[in-house]
């Protein structure tokens, strides 16, 4: 099992301390969000020979960009960055890159138009991937009213179709009690990476010891023999712990690292 963070929770910080964050946490590495803002304001693809070696996940822009918006200058923008984000993996000689499936631009149970948009965008993507020999994983959504791959039936009908890995995030899975997170074990073939946080009031990316939900999917993973990567997700602004430097931050990802590993100990 390769423990990861994604790199987004130091997010004010270069890259070079981000990967520093991985050493004194004791994580294997980290999930480079291709948003990372030092990264992202210039994108010099030299700033990461400094860390590549710790960069063992890629997530690609989901910021303000959405693949199956009704503007289609945006869906063809969206395009663009993941399969630039595709080619970053591969020079990067890593094996897994994550996408979202988007959602409808209206806050509105998708249509046939938005399931369309969605199969164009993973067609081609998936494509690119396959000539690039990147593993492009699709992560279940967050359970809202208009996003697309939310439910288990939906998410493996498009693993299917465009064979593709699945990121499987527990904080999604489990924010909606009426949603049966459990199917999604049904894939568990599939699962190249793991997303792991609870979730505060407002939905945000926290701690997700003392989630018992989470815990009992971890335990299972566990049982049945997951060993691929785990990606602690955080966000600081659902973390009410006071002032949030650098050391702050590393004492919370090692929290939660330490934590994690108990789950995976054999």
Same mark, same amino acid.
């Given at each position: ?28 590495? %980290? ?48 395009? +663009? ?8 993996? +591969?020079?990067?000689? &890593? +094996? ?12 509105? *149970? ?14 081609? /993507? ?22 697309? /791959? ?6 493996? *009908?498009?693993?299917? *179709?465009?064979?593709? $890995? ?16 459990? $199917?999604?074990?049904?894939?568990? !073939?599939? %699962?190249? !990476?793991?997303? &792991? ?31 691929? +990567? %785990? ?9 009410? %712990?006071g002032k949030f430097n650098f050391e702050k931050k590393v004492e919370l990802l090692k929290k939660? $690292? ?9």
């Amino acid at each position: 099992m390769e423990l990861l963070f994604s790199s987004m929770f130091l997010y004010e910080y270069d890259v070079e301390s981000i990967a520093k964050a991985s050493e004194l946490s004791g994580y294997d590495g %980290i999930e480079f969000w291709v948003e990372t803002p030092h990264f992202w304001i210039d994108r010099r693809e030299e700033k990461l020979e400094t860390i590549r070696e710790k960069i063992l996940a890629v997530h690609s822009p989901v910021l303000d960009l959405n693949p199956v918006s009704v503007n289609r200058n945006l869906c063809e923008l969206t395009l +663009k960055e993941t399969l630039y984000s595709i080619d970053l993996t +591969k020079k990067l000689n &890593v +094996k897994v890159v994550t996408i979202h499936a988007g959602k409808r631009s209206a806050l509105r *149970e998708p249509v046939w138009a938005d399931y369309a948009s969605l199969k164009n965008y993973l067609r081609v /993507c998936s494509k690119y991937s396959k000539l690039k020999n990147v593993i492009l994983c699709l992560e279940n959504s967050e359970p809202k009213v208009n996003y697309l /791959c939310k439910t288990p039936e939906e998410v493996l *009908e498009n693993l299917k *179709e465009f064979n593709l $890995g699945f990121t499987f995030d527990l904080n999604h899975a489990t924010k909606n009690s009426e949603l049966n997170a459990e $199917g999604f074990l049904d894939f568990f !073939n599939r %699962i190249e !990476n793991i997303h &792991v946080s609870g979730y505060d009031s407002k939905g945000r990316h926290v701690s997700f010891i003392g989630f018992e939900r989470i815990e009992k999917l971890l335990k299972t993973l566990s049982e049945i023999g997951y060993d691929k +990567k %785990i990606t602690v997700e955080l966000d600081d602004l659902g973390l009410r %712990i006071g002032k949030f430097n650098f050391e702050k931050k590393v004492e919370l990802l090692k929290k939660e $690292g330490r934590y994690l590993r108990k789950f995976f100990r054999r």
